[in-house]
């Protein structure tokens, strides 16, 4: 008989601003003294993709939806074992009873390593019991008639034109054994800070909390550290093979990761600075401390800034992608095959609000200009057409009619007339220089007759897939910034 052993867990949970919501004690089975085949198998549970939160909270805003959070406490022990799974634990510290029995678990317990897909099995079952459709784009996003749930794990936002069908279905869950408790408005999700104007239709999305834990974590608080207007120098980020190894003052790997959370969630404008920074975790050199702590000074500049959500009233949905050509060819070694792969870059806005942006490398080395731009094309389509339909789904899951959603208008905006005349020749056909890049790339053109996709050229001051690909100059970048972030 194999017994695991058994902690408590102790924990200060937070709000977005950084100040303390609650502590929290959990007794918790130490996973990691699980065997693979003998106390589980499968372990992988869907978290839902913030482009769909950010998707609803631009539609909720631009219908003036009611919306509602709630938290399920104590989540993880409302699902049970799987059929054949028998697990043994140690008596919790400080509770032990008849000397050397153990525990014999009936549901999941915080630590298991099967317990979050158990749970989200759970939640996904009565949530589907309740009449709502889990939906194929994102499985962590449930279509009800008038109303859609987005489920984190136990947190869960409800969005539908009445507040009385939101507390119907949370009455309902409570009802079935959940324990579920309702926070109030989205004003606070996975620790952003959610602020709604309902007289003009605006979401902000903030991290204040994150950001100042950014710049305390560089060491940036003191009044030397000026401000400064863009987060990357001009010059690609090379690997600096030669240079110094970094000089540990702050954890590289830890601000890293806080400001790829910051970046993926509401401060698109620092998204290329931060992969750039990312792509040498592993081997950190001076000049890539440098290039942190840049970022760093941009952010205390900007602190009390964010993502505003103001929807327009065309229903449309833009595209922008862009491509640096070879961008760290002669600034890196020559020698090596990374130098000459170029950047892919985009931006896709619903309602002229942006929902998703990406900033890396291409895998494959580009020939020229043309075909760089036409990879970060097909590739920005990849995540656009979801995103199509994912917005036609919660339209007419929130009561509009078929015909609004059939005016949906979808504009990919790009500045390369090469990559521009390939994608929309007529009849579809290869070139004989684009033969090499066809089928991985070219699947993407029968889409856009048939799901009316226009092919639209703009101006390179107006392209915003440009911030995601290279370091713009402060005019260039205040613009776009401006266009894409409201301020």
């Known amino acids: 008989m194999h017994v695991l052993p058994s902690t408590w867990a102790f924990h200060i949970k937070r709000f977005p601003n950084g100040l303390v919501k609650k502590f929290k004690a959990r007794f918790c089975v130490r996973g990691d003294c699980q065997k693979e085949g003998i106390d589980f198998w499968e372990t992988w549970p869907p978290v839902v993709q913030w482009s769909t939160v950010r998707l609803m909270m631009t539609l909720a805003a631009k219908l003036d939806l009611c919306s509602a959070q709630a938290d399920i406490t104590a989540a993880f022990v409302h699902a049970d074992l799987e059929p054949g799974e028998q697990i043994f634990v140690r008596q919790p510290a400080g509770f032990q009873r008849d000397g050397d029995h153990v525990l014999s678990l009936k549901r999941t317990v915080y630590g298991l390593r099967q317990a979050p897909r158990s749970f989200f099995r759970y939640l996904s079952r009565s949530l589907t019991l309740h009449g709502l459709v889990q939906s194929d784009l994102d499985p962590c996003l449930f279509i009800g008639k008038h109303i859609i749930v987005v489920v984190y794990i136990d947190d869960l936002l409800f969005y539908s034109k009445s507040m009385d069908t939101i507390d119907s279905l949370i009455s309902a869950l409570h009802d079935e054994g959940i324990w579920i408790r309702k926070e109030g408005s989205a ?67 830890a601000v890293v990761g806080m400001l790829l959370y910051l970046s993926g969630h509401s401060r698109p404008d620092i998204a290329f600075a931060v992969h750039q920074c990312a ?83 291409q895998t ?86 048939a799901r009316r996709v226009q092919l639209v050229k703009v101006e390179t001051h107006n392209q915003l897939g440009d911030l995601f690909t290279k370091g713009l100059p402060f005019p260039a970048f205040s613009h776009l910034r401006s266009m894409l972030m409201g301020w």
């Open 187 to 253: 004003e606070g999700f996975l620790g952003v800070d959610v602020t709604r104007d309902t007289s003009s239709r605006r979401i902000t999305l903030t991290q204040t909390g994150l950001t100042q834990r950014i710049v305390e974590a560089l060491g940036l608080c003191s009044h030397s550290f000026t401000a400064l207007s863009t987060p990357p120098e001009s010059a690609p980020l090379p690997k600096d093979s030669e240079g110094d190894l970094a000089s540990g003052a702050f954890n590289y790997a």
């Open 279 to 361: 792509r040498y975790t592993f081997r950190p050199t001076r000049k890539h401390e440098l290039a942190l702590i840049r970022i760093g000074r941009y952010l205390k500049g900007t602190m009390d800034k964010g993502l505003i959500l103001s929807p327009s009233d065309e229903a449309r949905i833009d595209c922008f992608p862009d491509a640096d050509f070879a961008g760290l060819y002669g600034h890196e070694d020559s020698q090596d095959p990374h130098c000459a792969r170029s950047r892919t870059g985009f931006v896709i806005l619903a309602f002229g609000c942006p929902v998703l942006w990406k900033s890396r490398l």
């Open 364 to 449: 494959e080395i580009a020939l020229s200009t043309m075909e760089a731009e036409y990879v970060a094309l097909s590739t920005a389509c990849k995540d656009l057409f979801p995103i199509v339909d994912m917005a036609k789904s919660f339209c007419l899951a929130i009561g509009l009619s078929c015909e609004s959603v059939a005016q949906l208008h979808i504009k990919i905006h790009e500045d390369n007339v090469g990559a521009l005349t390939l994608a929309g020749l007529e009849p579809r056909r290869m070139t004989p220089r684009s033969k090499h890049y066809a089928i991985k790339y070219h699947w993407f053109c029968e889409h856009v007759a």
